[in-house]
């Protein structure tokens, strides 16, 4: 031991460092000093000592000499393989001390260590925002300058990071998923993916949320989760300025604003803005795939979601309630498709005409009325459908179900409305709608709401001539016959017509040999109605 102390004769003038020969003092006085003698060739960078330069001079010549045994891969300097190499063992040497997880390296140790000192070294410059890696922050600066400086060779996408690119590359270029999970063989493009894989045949949950007593499988779902409590929406739209806890939900939503609809359903002509969505309607419609039964009525549904929003009929459970009046309701988007009445907003507004509607989804079955698209075509016969549930309807009565049982008797019906309109004709007594400029009660919203436009006045002038009307509407499609704009036009023929109505009836009688009034309704359920 004292042999090796007399030889740490050579000591740093700065620092008072002692180096074991005069080459490694000269270099560690580059540290102090900042002094880069060594030049790439190749490039305008510089370096402190020889060794690094010739590491750096590899990426401008492709040079790998460090190969791999056990695989064909191979690495521009000896710890890069070493780290390799523990993939394949499944060595993991560093072991953290808070907790049971170990890493391959000890620069991964030092990242996983930070989550539980809470250190965040790493600040982004623009937006004091901070950071556990330099990783981290390098991607974060990146959504301040835009900058996505690696294009995929294979199709027009670009990436801030290489590493996003090679991922990129390996999922949607090539079939090599070479992280093969050892207990179903599945197999994966990175190591991260199969880790992740791994946990689902497991029953652990490592990841907590910090404000309530769930727990989670992957520490993204978990982040996601977490985001539900804090109100925090990172992700916003430049159409409408909606917030997102996910930055995939912002790009299914911007679809939305496009139009756009890459994912075609491989058996009919529809398309759908996510993939989630295609999944789903091939579930339905072609392989017929219901795994999930209800335990109350063995109904089944494709996926869970589906089922736990049917399992709220059952239950009576409506944990949304409106904070502006008494009504509750089963799911939050309903709740907030229904504060837009308190409101009065209507945000989606039709391209062709001057209508505006609540919710996107009458919205989309408003448009068709314009272009004539009956996207849902009946498996029995040739009929075609605007609307999802006009079709699923319509295909009752070749299948003859009535699944709405009536509550007070044995009638059962092919819709809800049906069913509705007979408890109240039936069965029904109560008159709960008062109309409130008089003392006159009525069985239905609907039928108050009538009533008390009498009480209004006609407060909506026409300009050409002297009538008034209580609605803006009616009003509009008055002024057309003096103005004679006839706004809908027939996709079959060059007729125009004032008001949408007109239009489909001119449709039904003059290019479809259609008999649209038909009969549903048998001569038994009329004596009973």
Request: charged letters at 25%; proline letters at 6%.
């Amino acid at each position: 031991m004292s042999l090796v102390r007399a030889r740490r004769t050579h000591e740093c003038p700065y620092c008072k460092k002692k180096c074991r020969t005069p080459s490694k003092l000269e270099t560690h006085v580059r540290t102090h000093t900042d002094e880069r003698p060594f030049k790439c060739p190749y490039c305008e960078r510089h370096f402190k000592c020889a060794s690094v330069l010739r590491v750096h001079i590899r990426t401008h010549t492709g040079e790998r000499p460090f190969q791999c045994p056990q695989c064909d891969k191979s690495f521009q300097t000896s710890p890069s393989l070493t780290t390799h190499i523990r993939i394949h063992s499944g060595e993991r040497p560093y072991q953290c001390s808070h907790c049971d997880k170990s890493f391959r390296t000890a620069s991964y140790l030092a990242v996983h260590k930070r989550q539980h000192t809470g250190q965040k070294p790493f600040k982004c410059p623009q937006c004091e925002k901070q950071f556990g890696n330099s990783t981290s922050l390098t991607t974060h600066i990146a959504s301040h300058t835009g900058l996505k400086p690696h294009n995929c060779p294979h199709c027009n996408k670009c990436f801030g990071q290489k590493s996003g690119l090679n991922v990129h590359i390996r999922q949607c270029h090539c079939d090599e998923k070479p992280h093969v999970c050892p207990l179903c063989n599945k197999g994966f493009s990175t190591p991260t993916a199969l880790r992740a894989h791994k946990i689902t045949h497991t029953d652990k949950k490592p990841y907590k949320c910090s404000h309530c007593e769930k727990h989670f499988k992957s520490k993204a779902k978990c982040t996601f989760h977490i985001r539900t409590h804090t109100g925090e929406m990172p992700f916003r739209c430049p159409h409408c300025d909606k917030g997102y806890v996910r930055k995939d939900y912002l790009k299914v939503h911007i679809r939305t604003h496009t139009g756009e609809t890459p994912y075609h359903c491989p058996d009919c002509d529809m398309s759908f803005r996510s993939g989630d969505l295609l999944r789903i309607h091939v579930k339905r419609f072609h392989t017929g795939e219901h795994h999930y039964e209800c335990p109350e009525c063995n109904k089944t549904f494709v996926n869970a979601m589906n089922l736990k929003n049917h399992m709220g009929i059952h239950t009576g459970i409506k944990p949304f309630k409106c904070p502006h009046c008494d009504k509750c309701f089963r799911r939050r988007n309903m709740l907030r498709a229904h504060q837009r009445y308190h409101s009065g907003v209507k945000p989606h507004q039709c391209p062709l005409c001057e209508r505006s509607f609540l919710c996107e989804s009458r919205l989309t079955a408003h448009v068709r009325m314009h272009t004539g698209e009956k996207p849902y075509k009946c498996p029995y016969c040739e009929r075609r459908f605007r609307l999802f549930a006009t079709r699923a309807y319509h295909i009752r009565t070749h299948t003859g179900e009535r699944p709405f049982q009536c509550p007070h008797c044995e009638l059962s019906f092919r819709s809800s409305v049906t069913r509705r309109c007979h408890v109240k004709r039936k069965h029904g007594t109560e008159k709960r709608f008062k109309c409130p400029h008089c003392d006159k009660w009525f069985k239905k919203a609907m039928q108050c709401d009538a009533h008390v436009w009498k009480h209004a006045d006609n407060h909506y002038n026409c300009p050409h001539c002297e009538q008034k009307f209580r609605r803006v509407l009616s009003l509009r499609k008055h002024i057309r016959t003096h103005t004679g704009d006839k706004p809908y036009k027939c996709l079959f023929c060059d007729e125009r017509f004032l008001q949408t109505s007109y239009l489909a009836l001119h449709v039904k009688h003059q290019h479809t040999v259609e008999q649209p009034f038909r009969c549903t309704v048998s001569a038994l359920d009329a004596s009973l109605l």
